[in-house]
């Protein structure tokens, strides 16, 4: 039996399994499994990034959107990062649907967070939403790498000890 464990995912979700066996005709196999995952609140995105310069606006949208035939209501969220990230709720659809404005507050330089903004609704097949919110926040001039940078220095050969040049790039 080969069971997917699906808690904390929504949408389309694609798994693959490889099956050996002692068939000499088919001794590998690969099963893909497509599940299609209801829940009755879509998160989008599921976390909130907020990444910048000290004293520029950061801020990234939460749509969350209900999908029962009773309205979604939500509570006033539990924030663990009071001091660091602030938010708005925005009703868009009453009873369906809401944005929520995430904006980083943090005005500490070179400053890393991580931390959850937690709402509670009425529904009972979802009583709880949390929010995962991370922040890196550099001081005024610091020169931040685009990702084609990063990825560019992701593919030069890593030294080992031995001195010989390896690849560091997965395939």
């Not at 069971?3 to 929504?10: I, L, N, W």
């Not at 829940?39 to 990234?60: K, Y």
């Not at 330089?109 to 919110?133: A, H, L, W």
Request: some cysteine; aromatic content about 6%.
């Amino acid at each position: 039996m080969l069971k997917v464990d699906v808690k904390g995912y929504q949408g389309s979700i694609q798994r693959s399994a490889e099956v050996y066996s002692n068939d000499p005709a088919h001794p590998q196999i690969k099963l893909n499994i497509l599940v299609s995952v209801d829940v009755p609140v879509t998160i989008e995105p599921r976390g909130v990034m907020l990444g910048g310069t000290v004293g520029d606006e950061i801020s990234q949208v939460v749509v969350l959107k209900g999908h029962m035939d009773k309205p979604l209501e939500l509570d006033q969220g539990t924030n663990s990062l009071p001091d660091k990230v602030a938010y708005e709720v925005t009703t868009v659809k009453k009873g369906k649907e809401y944005r929520v404005t995430f904006r980083n507050i943090s005005r500490v330089e070179d400053d890393k967070y991580s931390g959850t903004v937690m709402f509670r609704t009425n529904y009972p097949e979802q009583p709880e939403i949390t929010i995962q919110c991370l922040g890196y926040i550099w001081k005024q001039g610091t020169v931040i790498p685009s990702i084609d940078e990063l990825e560019q220095n992701s593919k030069k050969p890593e030294k080992t000890k031995g001195g010989e040049a390896r690849d560091n790039k997965k395939n």
